[in-house]
């Protein structure tokens, strides 16, 4: 078989080669015949007829024709015998009148239409004294050549034939030789080559060309190519790419070995096998030395690791998805850890966790000779709070002190969870001067933050114990009783105050006054000692006077420090702190915050123009204005409000769910400034200039986050922004301002009705009968034309809009039922949409019930349509008023159904009547045997239930036929109509007939 191959190899070469040969000769012919080189038999022929013709005229001249006209005529037909290639001739007379002809001469000269004489064609002219007296006239043979037929005979045809013929197989005879002895494989002995085709790796030799000169068997299996398509080719002709697919020039080894002479081990390429596909092999190059040590080739060997790296990338693989598995379950245990050692209430650490990190805690600082302060925090009358507000209210106090404990300590600080309203700090390597002041802060911000979250109480404090290590405890149990110690003087002492721990007898001379030792003084009376007493008991009530009114005058310091006198909103150093606050509390739980600077426009003429008493009465007008917009979302009760500067007002907001919500606080603000301020009959008309910045967006350090939002404030007040408001990061204004126009537009539209209702038909499969419609709502916008549900409808549900616009489409449809139905369209039926916030609303059921006994509709005629995700928003609200709207009649649909949850526990729980599903299932039904099995498994299951099925996003006939197949009841799609106003679905009805009940459609109507 490789003989075989092998001289097929060389064959068609030779043929090619001598086939051009020969046909080269050919044309080397034809040029020498054209240059005159070859001798031409048809000008010979013509130069004898001339001569012929001029010897005739000769003769004829000297016999006088009308005196021996026979003679002539004998030497005419004498002639013709002669020369067989005169096939007639003829005497005509000047008045060309033919007075004697040999053979046919009248048709054989029929084609002649010229004076003088042709090839074929010879006229000798007849004087009689010197005038003619008529013709002579001869018809020969064409010359060979001059019609085609001839060219077969012609002799340079001839010759070409045999040089196309014979030429073809002694070249080839030639090239067969030559090729052998030229035949580059023919270096390689057979037994040479039998070797190589048992190596398992591919083999290739290559000259010092790179020409392949040798393959094994090996490798041509893997290019699926033959031998003879390679032989000759450069190596660096076939389709190699680096190993890491980069663009850069592809490094082949032996070119290398070819310029070097030294070996190349280790080179890795790809190969693209066009039947195969991509082969990565390892190549090994070592040059084939010649008589001079020049390389004169290069033995090449293939290492196929296509496979092996395949293994490895599965391999690879694996050990990913084991490596994700082991961090999923350390983040599960991590999960479980954290609830295992956190207080389930606060999110502080329980007592336990607590006590043992604060044992390794106290043996590092003992062992590193490190200072560690512990610090006790208990609420003051917290009895007072669960007796007065309850103890729901009890828990938010709780939960509000773990908050202040854990946003005002380090990462590396401890804070656990004792028991009740007491919590207990560790501070690692603080001093305990700096746990003191870290107690002072809590201690304020305790105060503050109650004040400022809840306006009607309950107002608490905090007392504060702090013991350090140097007290020399023998165990952390000691520190902490230590610490609790100091706590207990705080609570005797006043409450609402840090205690700083020391031995017994200090805290007893702080406590009390000292006592005279018995022995040193003179026994009293009985009067001397109630005497005694009574200084005793006036002195210490003097001392608690004057402790209470030194901590009045510290407390109110404190605030003074903290909070603005004009306003009593915090003041700048304060607002800086819970901005910083806020930031550590966002970077440990990943929370988004937001600044609002406020500039108020124009202040300096209100002072100069009405005074600065009327400027002081609008400042305190707008913070209460602030307080009151604010305070009464309970979404941001979290938030500082601030005066910053003389006329600059700034809002902290912590803890924003996303970013989109401060567009609306911003609405909420501009609506809250844009009322007049009375004040002294005078009506104060302000504007305000707002920058905002968001946390970590815009910036990740306090005084970054807020220069960022005055910056944003100046550029607003600069460029006297139509909005009023500058966001710092440029898309988040373009957002925002998009959102508020929106907002406004819907609100114009609910207000103008703006919308129009579409329908889309629905069909039982079984009649083929329109049995309903589905409305679905557009928007006529004024300007943008008719925009479709989803360019604003999650918009209108996230502004409460929805409510508006969904009770107009429920009204809306009924109405248009009782249209039809006084057109004579009876039992149709209409579904609509409904979305969460209409479910959670109050009196939603009664409202609907309303809307059906106004237009004197039967309640089975409107269908409501709810989603899964509408449904699990809120199960037990969607349940209940569910329930009490399909007990009136009123069919329910679960729309869109496997998209979402798919829970099948709440369909057996929900009164649903049908069960549509979603155009996802439907679009590939006809080429997805997945989603047949799904289709039919739904509808199996809402047989099952006494369910209806409704198929959405029916658009071809196939679709229709596996849906009938399967039993589906109902269809509803483009097959049928797309969304079309009322009008066309009155011109349905009336096509597919105007009984009084639903009708089958006609072949036109679905379309």
């Keep these: 078989m490789d003989t075989l191959k092998k001289t097929v190899g060389l064959l068609l070469p030779a043929m090619r080669i001598s086939l051009a040969l020969a046909l080269i000769s050919i044309c080397l012919l034809f040029t020498a015949e054209m240059l005159g080189f070859m001798p031409d038999k048809s000008k010979f022929m013509l130069e004898s007829r001339k001569q012929v013709s001029e010897a005739l005229a000769i003769q004829f001249s000297t016999i006088a024709p009308d005196q021996d006209p026979h003679r002539i005529e004998r030497m005419l037909n004498a002639l013709i015998k002669r020369n067989p290639e005169i096939l007639s001739a003829g005497i005509r007379l000047q008045n060309d009148q033919l007075i004697f002809q040999v053979n046919d001469h009248v048709k054989e000269w029929a084609d002649y239409d010229s004076q003088k004489s042709t090839s074929t064609h010879l006229v000798v002219p007849i004087f009689r004294d010197s005038e003619k007296w008529g013709d002579i006239e001869f018809k020969f043979a064409p010359i060979a050549g001059e019609s085609a037929s001839d060219f077969l005979e012609h002799p340079s045809f001839k010759m070409a034939i045999f040089f196309l013929v014979v030429g073809f197989f002694i070249y080839l005879t030639f090239m067969l030789r030559t090729l052998k002895v030229l035949d580059p494989s023919a270096v390689i002995p057979d037994r040479v080559n039998a070797a190589f085709d048992t190596l398992a790796e591919g083999v290739i030799i290559v000259d010092e060309y790179e020409q392949i000169v040798l393959a094994n068997n090996a490798f041509l299996k ?100 084991l490596e994700e598995s082991q961090a999923q379950v350390k983040e599960q245990n991590k999960e479980l850890h954290f609830l295992a050692t956190r ?66 300590t380090r990462k590396i600080d401890l804070v656990g969870r004792y028991g009740g309203e007491e919590f207990c700090i560790v501070l690692p390597d603080l001093s305990v001067d700096e746990a003191i002041t870290v107690a002072e802060r809590i201690r304020l911000r305790i105060k503050s933050e109650s004040v400022a979250r809840y306006e009607n109480g309950p107002w608490v404090t905090a007392s504060l114990g702090v013991a350090s290590i140097l007290d020399q405890p023998e165990d952390p149990g000691e520190l902490n009783n230590f610490a609790d110690e100091a706590l207990y003087v705080a609570k005797e002492s006043g409450r609402n105050r840090v205690v700083r721990w020391q031995r017994q007898n200090e805290f007893a001379e702080k406590v009390k006054p000292d006592a005279q030792p018995a022995a040193k003084n003179p026994p009293a009376t009985q009067t001397d000692a109630d005497r005694d007493d009574s200084k005793v008991s006036k002195l210490q009530l003097r001392v608690d006077e004057l402790e ?114 401060v567009t609306w606080m911003v609405e909420r603000l501009m609506d809250a400034l844009a009322d007049p301020i009375d004040i002294d009959r005078n009506s104060i008309y302000i504007t305000g200039h707002i920058g905002i910045s968001v946390y970590p967006t815009d910036a990740n350090s306090v005084d970054d986050l807020i220069n960022n939002a005055i910056t944003a404030k100046t550029f607003c007040k600069k460029t006297s922004s139509e909005t009023g408001f500058q966001f710092f990061d440029n898309q988040m204004q373009a957002l925002s301002i998009k959102h508020l126009h929106l907002d406004k537009e819907l609100r114009r539209a609910v207000q103008n009705q703006e919308w129009e209702l579409f329908y889309q038909p629905k069909m039982d499969i079984a009649t083929q009968a329109i049995v309903g419609v589905e409305a679905l709502i557009r928007w006529r916008h004024p300007s943008k034309g008719l925009l479709a549900p989803f360019e604003f409808i999650d918009f209108a549900e996230q502004r409460g809009i929805i409510v508006a616009i969904g009770e107009w489409v429920i009204r809306t449809a009924c109405q248009q039922l009782k249209q039809w139905e006084e057109m004579g369209f009876m039992n149709r039926k209409i579904a609509v949409n409904l979305s969460a916030v209409q479910l959670r609303q109050e ?25 899964e995700t509408t449904l699990m928003n809120n199960f037990q609200a969607a349940l209940t008023a569910l329930k009490r709207l399909s007990s009136r009649g009123i069919a329910i649909s679960i729309d869109d159904f496997g998209t979402g949850y798919s829970s099948l526990s709440y369909l057996k729980n929900l009164p649903v009547d049908n069960l549509k599903i979603d155009r996802s299932f439907i679009i590939d039904i006809c080429q997805d045997v997945n ?26 006939q196939s679709q229709f036929d596996i849906l009938a197949e399967y039993g589906c009841d109902e269809i509803q799609g483009y097959l049928l109509s797309k969304p079309v106003p009322a009008e066309e679905i009155v011109k349905m009805f009336s096509k597919a007939g105007t009984g009084r009940s639903s009708t089958p459609l006609s072949g036109d109507s679905q379309n």
């Excluded at 002709?237 to 310029?259: E, G, I, N, R």
């Excluded at 890795?268 to 080739?297: E, R």
């Excluded at 590092?364 to 208990?378: G, T, W, Y």
């Design 222 to 321: 893997k290019i699926a190519s033959p031998m003879a398509a390679l032989l000759g080719k450069k190596a660096s002709q076939l389709k190699w790419k680096s190993a890491d697919d980069s663009t850069t020039d592809t490094y082949l080894p032996w070119q290398t070995v070819l310029k070097t002479g030294k070996s190349s081990i280790g080179a890795h390429l790809k190969l693209l096998s066009p039947g195969n596909g991509t082969f990565k092999f390892v190549i090994n190059a070592s040059p084939i030395l010649g008589g001079n040590d020049a390389a004169q080739g290069v033995l090449i060997t293939l290492d196929d690791i296509t496979e092996i790296e395949e293994r490895n990338t599965k391999l690879q693989t694996m050990v990913s998805k």
């Design 343 to 408: 207080d389930s209430l606060t999110g502080c650490l329980n007592r336990r966790a607590f006590n043992e990190l604060f044992e390794k805690a106290f043996a590092d600082a003992l062992q590193n000779n490190l200072e560690l302060s512990c610090i006790m925090v208990d609420i003051d009358h917290f009895k007072l709070v669960n007796d007065n507000y309850g103890h729901a209210t009890g828990d938010v106090i709780i939960k509000l002190l773990a908050e202040i404990l854990t946003t005002n």
């Design 548 to 661: 209470q009114i030194a901590s009045q005058i510290s407390t109110e310091l404190d605030y003074s420090k903290h909070y603005d006198n004009l306003t009593g909103l915090p003041n700048q150093v304060l607002f800086y702190d819970r901005v910083n606050q806020v930031i550590e509390r966002g970077h440990r739980y990943s929370h988004l915050a937001a600044i609002f600077v406020i500039d108020i426009g124009m202040f300096g003429m209100i002072n100069a123009t009405l005074g600065r008493v009327v400027g002081d009465k609008v400042l305190k007008e707008i913070a209460d204005r602030l307080n009151l917009t604010f305070r009464k979302s309970d979404d941001i009760s979290r938030l500082t409000l601030s005066r910053i500067g003389g006329d600059v007002f700034a809002v902290l907001i912590p803890e924003l769910s996303n970013k989109e919500a």
């Design 843 to 867: 009196g939603f059921v009664e409202k609907v019930l309303a809307i059906i006994a106004e237009h004197q509709i039967a309640p089975r005629q409107l269908e409501l349509e709810v989603t």
């Design 931 to 956: 989603d047949q099995k799904i289709v039919k498994m739904l509808i199996n299951i809402a047989h099952s239930m006494n369910m209806m099925v409704i198929a959405e996003g029916v658009e071809t």
